[in-house]
Nanobody, 121 residues
Framework: QVQLVESGGGSVQAGGSLSLSCAAS????????MGWYRQAPGKQRELVAT???????DYAESVKGRFTVSRDNTKNMLYLQMNSLKPEDTAVYYC???????????????WGRGTQVTVSS
């Protein structure tokens, strides 16, 4: 099995910063694209940022210039540095990863259980 565990969520005032981490563990041969999604109360889950194994990144327009996604392939870790946080960034943040458990066949998509980020005005 493969587990993704997020950490680093919490509460912060508007304008502040938080750093999220996601640790992937288990039966892992290789990890392809990893990403962060978020879901606010009453809203659909939305993409925040993705990063390929080679380091190519993509961001939602709403977080460009404020959030930075990064990864450490040697440790199977994913990170999200969030600066200049706004109340509308309040959501549960989820880590996702495309994981190959063997050299054969396509990767499977795995998700963490999420970590709460609350930004007060």
């Amino acid at each position: 099995q493969v587990q993704l565990v997020e950490s680093g969520g919490g509460s912060v005032q508007a304008g502040g910063s938080l750093s999220l981490s996601c640790a992937a563990s288990g039966s892992i041969f290789s990890i392809g694209t990893m990403g962060w999604y978020r879901q606010a109360p009453g809203k659909q889950r939305e993409l925040v940022a993705t990063i390929t194994r080679g380091g190519n990144t993509d961001y939602a327009e709403s977080v460009k210039g404020r959030f930075t996604v990064s990864r450490d392939n040697t440790k199977n870790m994913l990170y999200l540095q969030m600066n200049s946080l706004k109340p509308e960034d309040t959501a549960v943040y989820y880590c996702t990863a495309d994981v190959r458990r063997s050299p054969y066949g396509p990767p499977d998509d795995y998700w963490g259980r999420g970590t709460q980020v609350t930004v007060s005005s």
